[in-house]
């Protein structure tokens, strides 16, 4: 098991845990309030992240910084490589007018070309401005306004129609092209004439101070605000985030680290990670859809280390293996080597941490041994073979799960951030696995917990401001804090777990406040659940809408030789679901008292999606909008 070894390992390696421990906790009247961690890199004085890839190219010309997916094949691009194609690009960006300081627009799907552009963007002196590819006319329209983006690049003929659509009545539209349209060799064939000096002055222009991206948060609650994020603001993020993570590859596993990027690039933790792989020269590529059926032949080929993914990418794997283990009458034994793996990494991991108590009985040992054979190395062949450790973000993980994962050989380190801090504020240290938390402060920052519980954050991650936006900005920092709205709280140790978010919490008839966060991420990590939202505001109890996921329906109609027409209000009355359903809400209550738990639910047809407006681009439910669009099903929940 490799985690096993690895933690073996660790053992004679005390030091990279050590290095990671220079942390300040603040106590308050016999609570932990605040805890800072010391910076593992000192912050830049000079130049910026638009440096990496020529650095890369002068120090490891040859050195393999991506893969690249062509003709059905990974195949490698070498730093030298990378920063030529970059120059091109930034040339023909300045020959198409790009001016220093000026704005472009990126609205694509995670791919190579995104890379490019990105960093060609930077060499030419210019800011980035991430569009989401799924982006309505009329957010797109926001954006570039609000922006004042010059030029946009979309992907596919549909997305330029879109942003075409979108800019159409401005005063002097931005010019559009699409990557699928040739936009690449179009850009290159303008800076032909234009020499390389023109981009080194402009990237030689940059500081710490100088504006990189602006990157729109989701909206969930009105337009998005663009936040202002610094080269400095990237380099704290990644290059501290790179020396704390980093050599545990090296001097744990003894693999070289290599990652398959499927987050989206327009949101700030697929960008970061991107510069973070890019800074410390590890082996990238891109896989443009984190859809389960597409995503998986592409770990399978690329093989990564680690991944950085979303809860939905875990659940999903453990989903699989579950499904999977049902086709072939095996159902039982998959939940029988969850229970043992739940159990097995619980004990394993308390006597590693706190180096005492027995740790798994010998019997536990051999059920493990046996669904190690059976199970837990077929999720591991699932995602490529070779992965050891994943990141998780974007919302908590569900504790089992990440035992779960933990017992079948992959680490998965959890992290916190918003795009206001640049990516990840907290993250996991290494080798200080703690599951149910979201980890300690990323070195060089420090988290504080107001006195109504919410997180605020401080550090070179912090950003400076909204775009256009003094008032807004005002709202959330003072005195370089930054009021999250976020919920939280602080363990002994300085480990930071977030109960829920501030707007969303529900206070019942009875004045329990209530958080829905808790019980969603439970209730959505057990199949059949799709899609979920707690409601019970000035309510007398807790209840829930519930969408069925269409892979698990599927599945649950083939095992049990179902027609697989079956309409959807059939199956909310089938004792069998509904009984399966009722599973899910037990594991979501067993986290909460019984004054917030989940007194009934309702099964709803069709889903939350981007498309009839109820998520936003970053895949957050719109609480509002939901609870609008199924007010009807919402009262019946509290009829007689």
């Not at 930034?90 to 000026?102: F, H, N, V, W």
């Not at 829905?516 to 799709?530: C, K, Q």
């Not at 047809?605 to 609008?628: C, Y």
Request: aromatic share 6%; charged share 25%.
């Amino acid at each position: 098991m490799g985690v096993r070894k690895d933690l073996k390992r660790a053992q004679r390696h005390s030091g990279l845990a050590d290095r990671a421990e220079a942390v300040l906790i603040r106590d308050e009247h016999g609570t932990v309030r605040e805890v800072r961690t010391a910076p593992l890199v000192p912050p830049a004085t000079t130049g910026s992240t638009a440096d990496i890839p020529f650095t890369n190219a002068a120090e490891a010309p040859d050195a393999v910084v991506l893969r690249r997916k062509q003709d059905g094949r990974w195949r490698p691009v070498t730093a030298a490589a990378f920063a030529r194609e970059i120059t091109e690009i930034a040339k023909g960006l300045i020959a198409d007018g790009l001016e220093p300081g000026g704005r472009v627009a990126l609205m694509s799907r995670t791919r190579y070309e995104w890379a490019v552009l990105d960093f060609a963007i930077w060499a030419a002196g210019g800011q980035s401005v991430p569009v989401y590819a799924t982006s309505s006319a009329e957010q797109i329209e926001w954006i570039v306004r609000d922006s004042g983006a010059r030029m946009i690049v979309a992907e596919t003929a549909e997305n330029a129609a879109t942003a075409e659509e979108a800019v159409r009545d401005h005063a002097d539209p931005p010019r559009v092209r699409h990557l699928d349209g040739g936009a690449m060799a179009e850009l290159t064939a303008l800076g032909r004439d234009l020499s390389d000096e023109e981009v080194t002055k402009r990237r030689s222009a940059l500081t710490p101070d100088s504006i990189a991206t602006l990157c729109y948060t989701s909206g969930t609650t009105g337009r998005p605000k663009g936040c202002v994020l610094t080269h400095g603001n990237l380099h704290a993020e990644a290059a501290n985030t790179v020396d704390l993570l980093h050599p545990v590859f090296k001097e744990i596993t003894g693999q070289v680290a290599a990652t398959l990027l499927f987050l989206p690039l327009a949101h700030v933790l697929g960008r970061t990670i991107q510069v973070a792989c890019l800074l410390a020269r590890i082996e990238l590529g891109h896989c443009p859809s984190i859809k389960p059926d597409e995503l998986r032949p592409e770990l399978r080929s690329f093989k990564p280390t680690f991944v950085v993914g979303v809860p939905y990418l875990f659940e999903k794997i453990h989903d699989t293996g579950r499904a999977t283990a049902e086709k072939i009458g095996r159902g039982a034994s998959f939940d029988r080597a969850e229970r043992i793996a739940v159990r097995f990494g619980e004990t394993y991991l308390n006597k590693f941490l706190d180096k005492s108590g027995p740790g798994p009985s010998l019997g536990l040992y051999a059920g493990w041994a046996l669904y190690e054979l059976l199970v837990y190395r077929r999720i591991r062949k699932e995602v490529g073979g070779r992965l050891r450790y994943a990141i998780s973000g974007g919302s908590p993980l569900d504790r089992d799960l990440n035992l779960f994962f933990y017992a079948a050989g992959i680490v998965i380190y959890e992290g916190y951030g918003l795009t206001e801090t640049s990516a990840a504020a907290t993250v996991t240290p290494p080798l200080r696995p703690r599951p149910g938390t979201v980890g300690l402060p990323v070195p060089g920052t420090s988290v504080r917990i107001a006195d109504d519980g919410e997180v605020l954050i401080k550090g070179g991650i912090v950003f400076g401001s909204y775009w256009n936006n003094p008032a807004a900005t005002d709202a959330v920092l003072t005195n370089d804090w930054f009021a999250t709205g976020d919920l939280g709280a602080l363990d002994t140790d300085g480990y930071l777990t977030i109960t829920g978010r501030k707007k969303d919490i529900l206070v019942t008839s009875g004045g329990k406040n209530v958080s829905p966060a808790v019980l969603e991420d439970r209730l959505r990590s057990r199949a059949p659940v799709g899609q979920c939202i707690v409601v019970g505001d000035n309510r007398s109890y807790v209840a829930a809408l519930v969408t069925l996921d269409p892979e698990a329906v599927a599945h649950w109609l083939a095992v049990r030789k179902r027609p697989k027409d079956t309409p959807l209000a059939a199956l909310a009355r089938d004792p069998e679901m509904t009984a399966e359903i009722q599973k899910a809400v037990d594991h979501a209550n067993a986290a909460v008292s019984r004054a917030e738990s989940i007194r009934r639910f309702a099964v709803v047809g069709g889903e939350f999606t981007e498309d009839n407006g109820l998520l936003t681009p970053s895949l957050k439910i719109k609480r509002h909008a939901v609870t609008a669009a199924y007010a009807t099903e919402i009262e019946a929940l509290y009829g007689e």
